[in-house]
T-cell receptor, first 109, second 113 residues
Framework: KNEVEQSPQNLTAQEGEFITINCSYS?????LHWLQQHPGGGIVSLFM???GKKKHGRLIATINIQEKHSSLHITASHPRDSAVYICAVNGGATNKLIFGTGTLLAVQP | EPEVTQTPSHQVTQMGQEVILRCVPISNHLYFYWYRQILGQKVEFLVSFYNNEISEKSEIFDDQFSVERPDGSNFTLKIRSTKLEDSAMYFC???????????FGDGTRLSIL
């Protein structure tokens, strides 16, 4: 069983739609990260959070520590949001990242 | 904004050859990492490095792998005798402290023939 599970694996949305990507984890963590990977392969960090909620532009990330669950929301989605979104966690006693398999998002105009 | 840089962007090597992947982390960062991503799979941790020594390594990081910070700026990953299954995208990352945002380079695509 993967320590970090994401759903859905693939998501197609129409421009302007509200998007939610979910992440569940089974290990104790010190922090959870949301990252974006574009087709060229580069990885960009979007959020790091250990409690509550963070917002950056049209992106919102939330985490529920008790339920071991996090969500990434994209409001007013745009084709340039198309990418793979990856959830990763810092295990409690380590600073390495444990990655989920990613969610491939395609936003159609 | 400062960024992590990796060279080369693509490396093609014959099986059995040694390869060195290079990274320049962000200058005031203290924690350095290598990850790899086999095509179509998730990103996997290889090794973390702090205070000039390995702080953690995965099962993947066997005797064929080594890391070095030869000077104040570069961080290298060496694979001594490459195998076909080493073909992957290798990402370097750096962080300011132990649990902070890790900043990733654009990766080196390693192809073993």
């Amino acid at each position: 069983k993967n320590e970090v599970e994401q759903s859905p694996q693939n998501l197609t949305a129409q421009e302007g739609e509200f998007i939610t990507i979910n992440c569940s984890y089974s290990v104790g963590i010190s922090a959870l990260h949301w990252l974006q990977q574009h087709p060229g392969g580069g990885i960009v960090s979007l959020f790091m959070l250990s409690s509550g909620k963070k917002k950056h532009g049209r992106l919102i990330a939330t985490i529920n520590i008790q339920e071991k669950h996090s969500s990434l929301h994209i409001t007013a989605s745009h084709p340039r949001d198309s990418a793979v979104y990856i959830c990763a966690v810092n295990g409690g006693a380590t600073n390495k990242l444990i990655f989920g398999t990613g969610t491939l998002l395609a936003v159609q105009p | 904004e400062p960024e992590v840089t990796q060279t080369p962007s693509h490396q093609v090597t014959q099986m059995g050859q040694e390869v060195i992947l290079r990274c320049v982390p962000i200058s005031n960062h203290l924690y350095f990492y290598w990850y790899r991503q086999i095509l179509g799979q998730k990103v996997e941790f290889l090794v973390s490095f702090y205070n000039n020594e390995i702080s953690e390594k995965s099962e993947i990081f066997d005797d064929q792998f080594s890391v070095e910070r030869p000077d104040g700026s570069n961080f290298t990953l060496k694979i001594r005798s490459t195998k076909l299954e080493d073909s992957a995208m290798y990402f370097c990352a750096s962080g300011r402290d132990e649990v902070s945002t890790q900043h990733f380079g654009d990766g080196t695509r390693l192809s073993i023939l």
